[in-house]
């Protein structure tokens, strides 16, 4: 079993302004998202896209990665629950994100403790013990970073986040979801509340809120979704899983 690393978020300068542009295309997508592209992603999630294999608007190869097929087929926790639904739900509950920022580190932890309270309908909670992805199909897993890193990841996550919110609020929600996702910081959840926080970001201002359905997207990619996020997290080289969203969506909400 190999053991992850914690993960940095880039600094502030130039790696930031290099990932300037597709952020913005990733914030443009959002705010220029029409309830009626968000009735289409609703209609969707209902048909039940991942058992029936529906791509939608997508197209496998786009979805893809080039080592996908070495990847495929992949143990990866794959639920049409209707997760992503409740997630939305969720969010449309929330306060806007522009009055939530420069939240002192004790509340921006709250928060995140309080949201994941609410996706696994229970009291939230950080963990305490050892985490580790399912194993793939040679029986090898990775253990997420040990208990006591929890602390030091969470804050710097709330760092860059309230740092990024405002200026670019893009890289800042996926930066904050891949960071998350390679802390694990709960037992459960941890997916659903990465997720949220992506989201919720994204749509800083906005009336009718919308929702890109990653964990559907993901379940489709034949790992081209993880092997970016990999990416990201292992050799921060974030440019394609940024570039993946801004796919993402523009087919979602623009076209």
Partial sequence: MRQMKLMELPSSGGEVDSYRTVGESIRRSFSHASPEAMQKVMAWLHGQPIRLQYLGCFEQSELEHDLSDYMSPHATEVFEDGRTVFEYDTLLGLPDVQSMT??????????????????????????????????????????????????????????????????????????????????????????????????????????????????EIAALSRCGYLIRLRQAQYHANWAPLLNFISMCGRRLFEE
């Fill in 102 to 215: 420069r939240l002192s580190f004790a509340d921006f932890c709250k928060f995140l403790l309080d949201l994941q309270a609410m996706m696994v309908g229970g009291e939230g909670g950080f963990r305490s013990g050892d985490i580790a992805t399912a194993a793939d199909r040679t029986g090898a897993s990775v253990r997420y970073p040990e208990p006591r890193a929890i602390g030091a990841g969470l804050r710097s996550i709330h760092e860059f986040w309230n740092s990024h919110v405002h200026s670019e609020p893009a890289l800042a929600g996926v930066m904050a979801m891949a960071a998350l996702l390679n802390l694990h910081p709960f037992m459960d959840g941890n997916g659903r509340v990465a997720r949220v926080i992506f989201n919720w970001t994204l749509n800083g201002g906005r009336q009718d809120r919308v929702y890109l359905p990653l964990h």
